[in-house]
């Protein structure tokens, strides 16, 4: 009796929709029946996607990356390709944190005067 040989299934990302991180790091998870090669380009450039992972695991920390669109692409060892899942980067604001470690400036001022203040009235 012989069995019939198993037809693998083509990799697919877990997520369907766009993946948006404001820290520019982002794991990135997918399902396959066997090795594959993770590539990332910039979305709309037209350019050569850089190969970013090879092999069996099912998921990909990605970090570093700079403000911008992206599109993210798994091949399987046939060749075949997955359509594209956006991962879209938007740092957070310089201004917004400069502003949020001089109000943490303020409130760590406040706090020692107020310890000195009452350490000179006892």
Same mark, same amino acid.
């Given at each position: ?6 037809i ?7 997520a ?39 092999g ?9 990356? *700079?403000? =911008?669109?992206y599109d993210?692409? #798994?091949?399987d &060892?046939?060749? @075949?390709?997955t ?5 879209e980067?938007a740092?957070?604001?310089l ?6 470690? *001089?109000? =943490?400036?303020?409130?760590f001022? #406040?706090?020692? &005067?107020?310890? @000195? ?6």
């Amino acid at each position: 009796m012989t069995s019939a040989p198993a037809i693998a299934s083509p990799p697919a990302f877990s997520a369907s929709e766009p993946i948006v991180t404001d820290t520019g790091y982002s794991l990135i998870e997918w399902r396959s029946d066997g090795p594959v090669s993770l590539e990332i380009a910039r979305a709309g450039g037209g350019m050569t996607p850089d190969t970013l992972y090879e092999g069996t695991n099912k998921s990909f920390f990605i970090s570093g990356l *700079a403000n =911008g669109t992206y599109d993210l692409t #798994l091949r399987d &060892a046939s060749g @075949a390709e997955t359509s594209a899942v956006r991962l879209e980067v938007a740092h957070q604001s310089l201004t917004q944190a400069l502003w949020l470690v *001089a109000l =943490g400036a303020v409130v760590f001022l #406040l706090i020692v &005067a107020t310890i @000195a203040k009452g350490a000179r009235d006892d």
